[in-house]
C-alpha cells in the first residue's frame, strides 16, 4: 500500500527497504543507536514495517508487531533529523492507524519524548496497566 503526500512516499512495500539508511536512522535515536545491524534485519523480518522516501532517499522508519486481529505494537518510529518538524512523524502514524490490516487493532507503543506527537495522532494516555519486561 502506497500514499503519496507531495514529494513524500508512505509505503508498506518491504522490497524497497534499505538497510543500511533503516540502520543510520536508528542511529539517530535515544532507544536503538547501538543496536547491532544484524539485529536490526532480523526485527524488519519479523515486522510488518513502513517506510517514508523523500525521491529515492529513505527518510523514514517504523514498524508493527501485530496480530493483525487484535493488538499491533508501533516500533522504532524515526523521521532523519533532517526532515523533522515537517509533520512526517505524524503522517506516518495516521498511514500506520489507517493501514487495512491494523486499522480494527489496537495500537499499542510507548515514548519517551513523543507524547505530543502520539496523542495528536489519537493516542491516549493509560494507567491501567503496568509494563513488565523479562530480557535475556
Not at 534485519?41 to 510488518?48: D, F, R
Request: glycine letters at 4%; one cysteine or more; hydrophobic letters at 35%.
Amino acid at each position: 500500500m502506497d500514499f503519496i503526500d507531495n514529494e513524500y512516499t508512505f509505503t508498506d512495500n518491504t522490497k524497497q527497504i534499505k538497510l543500511d539508511e533503516v540502520y543510520n536512522l536508528l542511529k539517530q535515536s535515544h532507544w536503538a543507536k547501538n543496536r547491532p545491524i544484524e539485529i536490526i534485519a532480523k526485527t524488519i523480518e519479523t515486522s510488518h514495517c513502513f517506510l517514508v522516501f523523500h525521491n529515492d532517499k529513505q527518510i523514514g522508519f517504523a514498524r508493527v508487531v501485530s496480530d493483525y486481529a487484535v493488538y499491533s505494537l508501533i516500533l522504532d518510529v524515526i523521521i532523519d533529523e533532517k526532515y523533522r518538524g515537517n509533520g512526517l512523524g505524524k503522517k506516518l502514524i495516521e498511514f500506520i492507524n489507517n493501514h487495512p490490516r491494523l486499522k480494527e487493532t489496537t495500537k499499542v507503543l510507548w515514548t519517551k519524548y513523543a507524547e505530543e506527537l502520539y496523542l495528536k495522532s489519537g493516542f491516549k494516555e493509560e494507567d491501567c496497566y503496568k509494563f513488565m519486561f523479562n530480557r535475556p
